[in-house]
């Protein structure tokens, strides 16, 4: 029904940048895409937030990843980005994109989930 597929993640070391990418796409006509944005989650942790943007461009991020990471979206290609810069071994994670889509005069809306891409950053 919803399929999004990212793109972008690797290896790179301390203080170096990565952009991420992400397209959504749907195969039920009548869904709208709502927030999108990236989650994280490193070996032992739980998934966390890491940034989302509305579907106007409003943008907020986690404490630990503000001023370094800029999340970004293209509402006519369906897609959303992330780009990363000072990366720090601790950023070392599994990065999932998110999406909220809903269905107009619906009740309600659902999330849905990439299948991931590793960031992995070497001191």
């Not at 793109?7 to 991420?20: D, F, Y």
């Not at 990471?69 to 990065?95: C, G, H, I, W």
Request: with cysteine; proline share 2%; aromatic share 10%.
């Amino acid at each position: 029904q919803v399929q999004l597929v990212e793109s972008g993640g690797g290896l790179v070391q301390a203080g170096e940048s990565l952009t991420l990418s992400c397209t959504a796409s749907r195969s039920d006509i009548r869904l709208r895409l709502n927030t999108m944005g990236w989650f994280r989650q490193a070996p032992g942790k739980q998934r966390e937030l890491v940034a989302t943007i509305s579907s106007g461009g409003s943008a907020s991020y986690a404490d630990s990843v503000l001023w370094r990471f800029t999340v970004s979206r293209d509402n006519a290609q369906k897609k959303v980005y992330l780009r990363m810069n000072n990366l720090k071994p601790e950023d070392t994670a599994v990065y999932y994109c998110h999406a909220n889509y809903y269905i107009p005069f619906g009740s309600g809306s659902s999330d849905y989930w990439g299948q991931g891409t590793q960031v992995t950053v070497s001191s």
